[in-house]
């Protein structure tokens, strides 16, 4: 099992940036797939962003390509979703995810571990 815990949320510009951030306790961190993964009021959960085990493949929705990146650092048992260019529309509860499948999935039912969420609004 892992324990995951996101961090970095708040209330931003549009236009502005943020930087969540998402740190694991418990099962070896590595053996994962990690996924980012957002819900608005009244919306279905939607995926956001991902990386592979080893952070060499990464993926991003098409809503948010070319302005959001994830990453991750191993050694730190984290994952970080790196926001640019912030819109309104931006604005949900941010939760990451665990996967054993490893691949990065965009689906939300191949995460077995889901942290328990930052707000993100983007706002004037």
């Known amino acids: 099992q892992v324990h995951l815990v996101e961090s970095g949320g708040g209330l931003v510009q549009p236009g502005g940036s943020l930087r969540l951030s998402c740190t694991a306790s418990g099962d070896d961190f590595s053996i994962y797939g990690m996924g980012w993964f957002r819900q608005a009021p009244g919306k279905e959960r939607e995926f956001v962003a991902s990386?592979?085990?080893?952070?060499?493949?990464?993926y991003a929705a098409d809503s948010v390509k070319g302005r959001f990146t994830c990453s991750r650092d191993n050694a730190k048992n984290a994952v970080f979703l790196q926001m640019n260019s912030l819109k309104p529309e931006d604005t949900a509860i941010y939760y990451c995810a665990a996967s054993q499948w490893g691949s990065g999935s965009a689906s939300p039912g191949n995460y077995e571990y889901w942290g328990q969420g930052t707000q993100v609004t983007v706002s004037s």
């Open positions: 990386t592979t085990r080893s952070g060499g493949q990464s």
